[in-house]
């Protein structure tokens, strides 16, 4: 059974930082695509960062809103993938939510994952 666990969530003042950490099980995932989404209260979940895998090596794609101040990245023989969140800004309060694919891209799209975990809260006051 595969399990996808984040922690590091929590209350930050604007302009902090947090790091997510999602820990996998059941599966191996460091040829597969991780995304991370986020989810504020009455609005859709989105897209926040993905890693993909191919043979060349990982490669990283960010949404604009985060760009240049969230860094995603993978330990894989702890089979974690992290979201390093800097410059916090108080609309980047929401679940965060990692994800897993079962292939080596998935892409910005949260139907293109096919593992999720159950979230981990990020409150940012200003």
């Known amino acids: 059974q595969v399990q996808l666990v984040e922690s590091g969530g929590g209350l930050v003042q604007a302009g902090g930082s947090l790091r997510l950490s999602c820990a996998a099980s059941g599966r191996a995932f460091s040829s597969s695509a991780m995304g991370w989404f986020r989810q504020a209260p009455g609005k859709e979940r989105e897209f926040v960062a993905t890693i993909s895998w191919s043979w060349s090596g990982d490669s990283t794609y960010y949404a604009d809103s985060v760009k240049g101040r969230f860094t995603v990245s993978r330990d894989n023989a702890k089979n974690t993938v992290y979201l390093q969140m800097n410059s916090l800004k108080p609309e980047g309060t929401a679940v965060y939510y990692c994800?897993?694919?079962?292939?080596?891209?998935?892409?910005?799209?949260?139907?293109?994952?096919?593992?999720w975990g159950q979230g981990t809260q990020v409150t940012v006051s200003s």
């Open positions: 994800a897993g694919g079962r292939f080596g891209y998935a892409g910005t799209r949260y139907q293109q994952y096919d593992y």
